[in-house]
């Protein structure tokens, strides 16, 4: 008997949990469907966040504990996310540049990769990579 999964939701650790929300919810459109406790008069000023768009969920947490946080993130802890990217099907890719070129972000144009995925490919606040593709 196989194992029936429907869906997936990646946990990504955040340097500044405000300016994550901000640019998921706001920027790419995820709506925040769950959170823990507010730590401040700020409501995107959490430990932990769950954001969900159409099917697809991500959640975010802070890196550091509250009495933890360095001024700047470590270079040596963060060098690692740029092996990391978080692919997200979305059939309307074109679509989806335009909309986010219209919120102020400056992207590459949609390309069509070798095996037949169309794809736009930015960074989030954190330097993790966010691909929205589709067949081609």
């Not at 769950?34 to 947490?61: F, Y």
């Not at 919120?103 to 929205?132: H, R, S, V």
């Amino acid at each position: 008997m196989a194992i029936e999964v429907q869906s997936v939701a990646p946990l990504v650790q955040v340097f500044d949990m405000s300016r994550s929300i901000h640019f998921y919810r706001d920027l790419l459109g995820f709506k925040v469907t769950g959170k823990s406790k507010e730590k401040s008069r700020d409501p995107d000023d959490v430990d932990w966040a769950m954001l969900q768009l159409s099917t697809a969920t991500i959640m975010l947490n802070t890196a550091y504990d509250p009495d933890e946080v360095p001024v700047q993130p470590d270079s040596g802890r963060w060098s690692g996310h740029q092996d990391t990217c978080l692919y997200f099907g979305c059939p309307d890719v074109e679509g989806a540049y335009q909309q986010l070129v219209l919120k102020g972000l400056q992207l590459e144009p949609p390309k069509t990769a070798w095996y037949g995925m169309k794809q736009l490919y930015l960074k989030d606040p954190d330097g993790f990579g966010i691909c929205f593709q589709w067949f081609a």
